[in-house]
């Protein structure tokens, strides 16, 4: 079955709307990524936290490690934040640098 | 500037034929990846190497082979191509012993098969 698993696939929002975003994953991981793809493809690393709650920006994301599950909310959401919030975990235990991904979310914030 | 570079960003290819995916990080990371990314399918993991040395290996065929001929340098060349190889591919890199450290990827290669 899929080791990663996200939820909505898709959100549409109006802009200034919050969001959230859940991950849930099959077993446990050492490492847990969220990154933003853009439309045009390219990835960016939002945040790393395999336990616990971290903020950048707009940006907060709450992970409970045993429950095996991390949220991503974004506040007051923009049109530019539109694009595949994607979850990636370690759960190799090798420290082989290998992330699992799951599909995505795609959110489109209209204006 | 771009802190990992890959070339090309495009690349057509005949079926049968062979072709190398070049990429370059100037993070002073010590671990380099390749990652496939196709219709429908998630990001998947190819390969790692940490100081030009193979850490893992999840790519079923050999007709993948990355060469490391620098410590910043990984290429990935693909031998007896086929339609299904058409993807994007992206090259990544990270600090290993860092703990969580963040990963950056390149803008990757969108290689066609026809």
């Known amino acids: 079955g899929q080791q990663v698993q996200q939820s909505p696939s898709s959100l549409v929002l109006q802009e200034g709307e919050n969001a959230e975003l859940q991950c849930n994953f099959s077993s446990t991981a050492t490492q847990l990524q969220w990154f933003y793809q853009s439309p045009g493809g390219s990835l960016v690393s939002l945040l790393s936290n395999p336990s616990g709650t971290k903020h950048t920006g707009r940006l907060t994301s709450t992970t409970v490690t045993k429950e095996r599950r991390s949220s991503l909310h974004i506040s007051s959401s923009q049109t530019t934040d539109s694009g595949t919030y994607l979850c990636a975990i370690d759960n190799t235990g090798a420290n082989t640098g290998k992330l699992t991904f799951g599909h995505g979310t795609i959110l489109r914030v209209h204006p | 500037d771009p802190k990992i570079i890959q070339k090309p960003k495009y690349l057509v290819a005949v079926t049968g034929s062979e072709k190398i995916l070049i990429c370059e990080q100037y993070?002073?990371?010590?671990?380099m990846y390749w990652y496939r990314q196709s219709a429908k399918k998630p990001l998947e993991f190819m390969f790692s190497?940490?100081?030009?040395?193979?850490?893992d290996n999840q790519t079923a065929s050999s007709r993948f082979q990355p060469q490391s001929s620098k410590k910043n340098h990984l290429d990935l060349q693909i031998t007896a191509l086929k339609p299904d190889d058409s993807a994007t591919y992206f090259c990544a890199s990270s600090q290993r012993q860092i703990a969580n450290s963040d990963y950056t990827f390149g803008s990757g290669t969108r290689l066609l098969v026809i």
């Open positions: 993070l002073g990371h010590n671990a």
């Open positions: 190497y940490s100081y030009q040395k193979l850490m």
